[in-house]
């Protein structure tokens, strides 16, 4: 089994800072790619940045320069620093991995329960 546990949602003002932390376990032998995504209230669910194993990122318009992910692969973590909050950021955000299992070496995708990020003005 695997799991994937968010952390570090909140409550925080317009300008503010948050950051969100993924961490991955049980039977990975490795771990491609690792992403965030987000769903506000009443909106699909969206992508907000990934990160390759080799370390290259990608983002969304609407985060770019404000938001930064990173990962650790020693520890099977990513992490989102967001800054420069706005109200529009506050959703449900996700915690995503590709992975391949040891043993079988399957690949598939796995997801967290969600942090709740809310920023107010």
């Known amino acids: 089994q695997v799991q994937v546990v968010e952390s570090g949602g909140g409550l925080v003002q317009a300008g503010g800072s948050l950051r969100l932390s993924c961490a991955a376990s049980g039977t990975i032998g490795s771990i491609n790619t690792m992403a965030w995504y987000r769903q506000a209230p009443g909106k699909q669910r969206e992508l907000v940045a990934t990160?390759?194993?080799?370390?290259?990122?990608n983002y969304a318009d609407s985060v770019k320069g404000r938001f930064t992910i990173s990962r650790d692969n020693d520890k099977k973590t990513v992490a989102l620093q967001m800054t420069s909050l706005k109200p529009e950021d506050t959703a449900v955000y996700y915690c995503?991995?590709?992975?391949?299992?040891?043993?079988?070496?399957?690949?598939?995708?796995?997801w967290g329960q969600g942090t709740q990020v809310t920023v107010h003005s």
């Open positions: 990160i390759t194993s080799a370390g290259r990122t």
């Open positions: 995503n991995v590709d992975v391949v299992r040891t043993i079988t070496r399957t690949r598939a995708e796995y």
